[in-house]
């Protein structure tokens, strides 16, 4: 695990709680030594080297919860190791996967991106919409987020957030534009985590649409509990949908969804890759 912030030292927890991962490792430059702390209160060895800690262990899968900016060189220093890389930042860089739309990848790629929270949000519910029309044009996707649940290398990328959430909606469903906007909301009490989607998309059957996105939603409920599609509309060619993630498990605040939902998506895609060596192995 590169990074001790709460999307960090959650994810320690969650792979110690895995049937088939565990944390042997928590590197960072910048958190602080009581961020650290807890992380070895979690079982976890614990460095402030960074990256240069990292490449000196003995693992099998890296967890990038660091910042944008600083993933390439991780993704440079670990490119020759026999590890998968999973960016939990929005570097755009490696593939684009949601458990849901394309997880198999995580079985053969080496370097995966989580996209963002949004993406991991929206994602599922846009690949819907794609396989149950004929062609889905604009699509605006707005993110509204606590600001207690939004850290500082979070706030540091927004601009990446916005990009790669993005490109990640058209290359992933074949939209030709895609916009996407974010709240970070100071209000109290703190809001969920939600995501509104806004799209064109010719040819959809609503009941079928209906069927696919209620079925979408039950599948991301496995690493993601606290996930709703709560409202869902078809008017012509226009369809509108709302998804609200609360956080259920662990030491999350419930109004933390963003961090539920992509840290549930690292473990899910990660134990699909832990699980493909020991098959491999066995073979």
């Given at each position: 695990?590169?990074?001790?912030?709460?999307l960090g030292?959650?994810l320690?927890e969650?792979l110690n709680a895995?049937?088939?991962?565990?944390c042997?490792l928590?590197?960072?430059?910048?958190s602080?030594?009581?961020?650290?702390?807890?992380?070895?209160?979690l079982?976890c060895?614990?460095?402030a080297?960074?990256?240069?800690?990292v490449t000196?262990?003995?693992?099998?899968?890296?967890?990038?919860?660091?910042s944008?900016?600083a993933?390439?060189?991780?993704?440079?220093a670990?490119?020759?190791a026999?590890?998968?890389?999973?960016?939990?930042t929005?570097?755009?860089g490696?593939?684009m996967?949601?458990?849901t739309v394309?997880?198999?990848?995580a079985?053969s790629?080496?370097?995966?991106s989580l996209?963002?929270?949004g993406?991991?949000a929206?994602?599922?519910?846009?690949?819907?919409?794609?396989?149950?029309?004929e062609r889905?044009e604009?699509?605006?996707?707005?993110?509204t987020?606590?600001?207690?649940?939004?850290?500082?290398?979070t706030?540091?990328?927004?601009?990446?957030?916005l990009a790669t959430?993005?490109?990640?909606?058209?290359?992933?469903?074949g939209?030709t534009?895609?916009?996407v906007?974010?709240t970070i909301?100071?209000?109290?009490?703190?809001?969920?985590?939600?995501?509104?989607?806004?799209t064109?998309?010719?040819?959809?059957?609503?009941a079928?649409?209906?069927?696919?996105?209620?079925?979408a939603?039950?599948a991301?409920?496995?690493?993601?509990?606290?996930?709703?599609?709560?409202?869902?509309s078809v008017?012509?060619?226009?369809?509108?949908?709302?998804?609200?993630?609360t956080a259920r498990?662990?030491?999350?605040?419930s109004?933390?969804?963003?961090?539920?939902?992509?840290?549930?998506?690292?473990?899910t895609?990660?134990?699909?890759?832990?699980?493909?060596r020991?098959?491999?192995h066995?073979?």
């Open positions: 695990m590169i990074g001790a912030g709460m030292l959650d320690a969650r895995s049937p088939v991962l565990s042997e928590v590197a960072s430059r910048q602080s030594a009581s961020a650290l702390r807890r992380a070895a209160q079982g060895e614990v460095s080297e960074g990256i240069t800690a000196c262990a003995d693992v099998d899968v890296v967890f990038d919860a660091s944008a900016e993933h390439p060189a991780h993704w440079a670990l490119a020759s026999d590890v998968l890389l999973v960016d939990l929005p570097s755009s490696g593939s996967l949601t458990p394309n997880a198999v990848r079985e790629d080496r370097h995966l996209v963002s929270c993406g991991q929206v994602l599922p519910v846009l690949d819907a919409i794609a396989r149950n029309s889905v604009d699509v605006e996707v707005v993110t987020v606590a600001s207690a649940s939004v850290g500082p290398a706030r540091d990328n927004l601009d990446e957030y959430t993005g490109y990640a909606v058209e290359r992933l469903t939209a534009r895609a916009k906007l974010a909301s100071p209000a109290l009490p703190a809001p969920a985590f939600r995501a509104q989607i806004t064109c998309a010719y040819g959809i059957q609503p079928a649409l209906a069927d696919a996105v209620e079925a939603g039950a991301v409920r496995q690493y993601a509990p606290g996930y709703e599609v709560s409202a869902l008017d012509d060619d226009l369809v509108r949908a709302t998804v609200t993630v498990g662990g030491r999350l605040p109004y933390a969804g963003n961090v539920e939902i992509i840290n549930g998506a690292a473990v895609l990660a134990e699909r890759y832990a699980r493909s020991e098959v491999g066995r073979g």
